[in-house]
């Protein structure tokens, strides 16, 4: 059977029946850390034996939401060990851009939207958000785009009418969108926002609430700008 349990599903249910299991047995549960959160959450409890974490303040708020860990491990964020085997792909969505007349280069990183009603004033904060940027793509023959959104597979529909934005944005050579998602996941996980970080001169995180994406540009040493559309507290 069975002695070492490792996952990063820290915001599923499953692992805590896995580490309780694990502890059973006598084996050992670990969950290592891919998502940044600053604030404690009541709903991402973590169980663990092992927990690898991105910094040193990781462990402080797993306390106070309650998690119970026997080890803390710092080692950083993972996500940046893959950065060498990006570049030639980043350097490929640059030249396409280039070609086309773009001189500098955003890539965008927006907040998670799933076309909740209940949630009006996100979608109306995230449809503004694209139509400032898809507008200034066709106003200024310079400007790049890279769009890497959260969950691509719920992007067109909650876009709604600036979908006809995108695609004139789309049309110049200009813009590019990271529109393809995981065949069990509304989320892309073959483009990583460091691709498009390293192929651009500036990056934008449009949220705080999920601010990983942004983490992720800057540890490219890419600047980036992280926003707060939201009113986050």
């Not at 600053?38 to 106070?64: G, N, Q, V, W």
């Not at 069990?184 to 390293?198: G, V």
Request: with cysteine.
């Amino acid at each position: 059977h069975a002695n070492v349990y490792l996952t990063s599903h820290k915001w599923s249910e499953w692992p805590i029946a896995a580490a309780a299991a694990m502890s059973e047995i006598g084996g050992i549960s670990g969950v290592y850390q891919t998502s940044y959160s600053e604030y404690p959450c009541a709903y991402a409890l973590t169980h663990a034996d092992l927990y690898f974490s991105f910094s040193r303040k990781a462990p402080m708020i797993e306390l106070k939401q309650g998690s119970r860990i026997n080890y803390n491990i710092c080692l950083g964020n993972l996500a940046q060990s893959r950065n060498k085997f990006l570049k030639v792909e980043a350097k490929q969505l640059r030249k396409q851009l280039n070609n086309n007349g773009a001189t500098k280069i955003i890539s965008y990183f927006d907040h998670e939207c799933g076309g909740d009603k209940r949630l009006d004033s996100d979608i109306s904060v995230f449809r503004e958000s694209y139509q400032y940027l898809l507008r200034k793509v066709l106003e200024e023959k310079w400007l790049g785009l890279i769009i890497k959104p959260k969950k691509p597979k719920f992007m067109r529909n909650v876009l709604g009418d600036v979908n006809k934005l995108l695609d004139q944005a789309l049309a110049t050579g200009r813009c590019l969108i990271m529109e393809s998602h995981d065949e069990f996941s509304p989320k892309n996980f073959d483009n990583p926002p460091a691709q498009s970080a390293m192929a651009s001169d500036i990056s934008i995180q449009d949220s705080m609430i999920a601010g990983t994406a942004g983490v992720e540009a800057v540890l490219t040493g890419t600047p980036t700008l992280m926003m707060d559309r939201y009113g986050f507290k």
